[in-house]
């Protein structure tokens, strides 16, 4: 009998799709939910006791809804945060997503990476446990941007996304003394790669940047190996259903859009 269970993704808002579209890349069959917690929105800006509180009660309410196969949490916020918690809490596997501190370090010539994530996130102990495990002879500068966030929000609900708006982010981190010196830079927030485009070009010459996505998908890949996969409706799932989520939804494919 063929599996009809979902990948589910979880992420604040709409940042968990740059880890969607790898995972389509690899596995086009897959029926996906994906679930965005508007309600909370943005995790960045929240103190770390409201992100454990409110994750993995809404991860359990969200898995006995959808009975996944597993769950992607495709936010970095609430994985170096939460994950400990979310997979005590469900019975599926969980995968998390964490800072690619690790690949960007084998990639820097100068020695010199950039982390640029939530404020949450580039606070968090588990980036200095990463940075020292996997970049220990790098520099590792961190900048935590919430503006960045919210201008990804804006370009997935169809508004225009300034450049000035993304290089004054991005400032942030490269005008930090040594930043002129960053050859690599993580994306360490699922919203990032969305604004690929606008992040190359607001960047000097020369500076790349790496995400969580691809790695993720392998490992969604390899912890379904063996599974067939029957196809499903895909649906979009909100905490919340505003003007913003109707937006978004209207620019999104997929076939059902549901509120929490
Ligand atoms: N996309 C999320 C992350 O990867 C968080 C964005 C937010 O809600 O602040 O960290």
Not at 67 to 83: E, G, H, Q, W
Not at 102 to 111: F, I, Q, Y
Not at 139 to 155: D, F, I, P, Q, Y
Request: glycine content about 10%; overall charge negative.
């Amino acid at each position: 009998m063929s599996d009809t269970r979902p990948i589910l993704f979880f992420d604040s808002g709409v940042g968990g799709l740059s880890v969607v579209a790898p995972t389509r890349a690899l596995l086009p069959h897959a029926p996906i939910v994906y679930a965005a917690d508007s309600a909370g929105f943005p995790y960045g800006t929240r103190s770390e006791s409201e992100i454990a509180a409110r994750v993995p009660a809404l991860l359990g309410r969200l898995v006995e809804r959808y009975r996944p196969r597993l769950a992607v949490i495709a936010c970095n916020t609430a994985s170096t945060i939460a994950l400990p918690a979310v997979r005590a809490a469900l019975d599926v596997p969980v995968v998390g997503t964490v800072p690619a501190i690790k690949p960007a370090a084998e990639m820097s010539a100068t020695r010199v990476i950039g982390v640029l994530g939530t404020e949450a996130t580039v606070r968090q102990p588990y980036v200095d446990d990463l940075a020292a495990r996997f970049a220990g002879d790098c520099v590792v500068l961190r900048h935590g941007s919430a503006a960045l966030v919210e201008l990804a929000e804006a370009k997935l609900a169809g508004e225009a996304v300034g450049p000035a708006a993304v290089a004054g982010a991005l400032a942030g981190l490269l005008e930090q003394p040594g930043g002129e010196r960053i050859d690599v830079v993580v994306n360490a927030c699922t919203h990032f790669p969305l604004l690929a485009d606008e992040l190359a070009a607001a960047a000097p010459s020369g500076v790349r940047f790496v995400d969580g996505g691809p790695g993720i998908a392998r490992r969604i890949v390899s912890l379904s190996a063996g599974q067939d996969w029957a196809a499903g409706p895909d649906v979009l799932v909100f905490t919340r259903f505003g003007e913003h989520e109707r937006r978004v939804a209207a620019g999104l494919a997929f076939a059902r859009v549901e509120a929490l």
